[in-house]
């Protein structure tokens, strides 16, 4: 996630990071304020479940097999899951809500 580089530094001298440093390193996604950590886990959390739940499985599918791999690999793995998600309820769902600017109602069918 940080190169090569800069986890060797960080692994061969032990250093320890502030959440800020992390944050900027792209470990972290963002730092919050303790008391605000529940809150803020519950928002994001709430903002992928808005989402289609067959989407939101092929597309972490696809991340994390596809990361592994090289480009044109990659884009295999990402054309896979899409495909799967072409015959789902929830696609037709996501399409139809866009054209009448209303809400998806995925029902992860």
Same mark, same amino acid.
């Given at each position: 996630? @940080? +190169?090569?580089?800069?986890? $060797?530094?960080? @692994? =061969?001298? &032990? %250093?320890?990071?502030?959440?800020?440093?992390?944050?900027?390193? #792209? *470990?972290?996604?963002?730092?919050?304020?303790?008391?605000?950590?529940? !809150?803020?886990?519950?928002?994001?959390? &709430?903002? /992928?479940? $808005?989402? +289609?739940? /067959?989407?939101? %499985?092929?597309? $972490?599918?696809? @991340?994390?097999? #596809?990361?592994?791999?090289?480009?044109?690999? +990659?884009?295999? /793995?990402? #054309? %896979?899951?899409?495909?799967?998600?072409? !015959?789902?309820?929830?696609?037709?769902?996501?399409?139809?809500? =866009?054209?009448?600017?209303? $809400?998806?109602? =995925? *029902? #992860?069918?």
């Amino acid at each position: 996630m @940080i +190169g090569e580089m800069k986890a $060797k530094e960080l @692994i =061969f001298t &032990a %250093k320890k990071l502030t959440a800020e440093e992390a944050c900027q390193l #792209g *470990i972290l996604l963002k730092v919050v304020p303790r008391d605000q950590l529940m !809150p803020a886990c519950e928002e994001l959390a &709430a903002n /992928i479940m $808005k989402n +289609g739940p /067959i989407a939101v %499985k092929q597309a $972490k599918y696809a @991340i994390n097999q #596809g990361m592994n791999t090289d480009l044109q690999t +990659g884009m295999a /793995i990402e #054309g %896979k899951a899409y495909e799967l998600t072409i !015959p789902t309820q929830d696609r037709s769902e996501a399409l139809l809500a =866009f054209s009448e600017r209303r $809400k998806a109602r =995925f *029902i #992860g069918e």
